[in-house]
């Protein structure tokens, strides 16, 4: 039997916590609610593939540049666009880690996305003409240690 004072509040803080931590799991679970990372990727690649594809079929090659140079320079994005046919319309470099999610979005026709120390993505854009992907690399910490922004 547990005699000290101390130790049964140690102990039932502990078995709340795991409780605690039990709790949100199931209901995470249970809900179908995505990590924070997860969302930010979907929303934000897809709204920025959409925007990339509108500049190309606007201004063409020029102003899809233009419009990736400057969401690299003001989010971090490296990006580029496939056109329908597969072609890397500006001959930019894939981000590495972008050709497995390219072929997967290829494949499903529906955009993918892996979170780990860099997020890496491929958004679908469905078009009449066909579908252009957004193959983009974003730098989750680059905020944190670039200063203010």
């Not at 509040?9 to 795991?18: E, P, R």
């Not at 990590?35 to 090659?61: C, H």
């Not at 026709?109 to 009449?128: C, D, E, L, N, Y």
Request: charged share 20%.
């Amino acid at each position: 039997m547990i005699r000290s004072i101390y130790t049964k509040i140690f102990v039932w803080f502990w078995l709340a916590m795991t409780g605690v931590t039990a709790s949100v799991l199931v209901i995470t679970l249970v809900t179908g609610a995505q990590p924070l990372g997860r969302r930010w990727m979907s929303r934000t690649l897809d709204f920025y593939a959409r925007s990339a594809v509108d500049f190309y079929r606007q201004g063409g090659k020029p102003l899809l540049e233009e419009y990736l140079q400057d969401i690299e320079g003001s989010s971090g994005i490296r990006a580029t666009l496939l056109d329908p046919q597969g072609v890397n319309i500006l001959g930019r470099e894939v981000p590495r880690g972008g050709a497995d999610l390219l072929a997967q979005a290829r494949k499903s026709g529906k955009s993918q996305f892996r979170i780990g120390a860099r997020w890496t993505g491929a958004s679908v854009v469905a078009r009449p003409e066909g579908s252009f992907i957004l193959v983009a690399q974003v730098n989750p910490l680059r905020g944190f240690f670039s200063g203010s922004q």
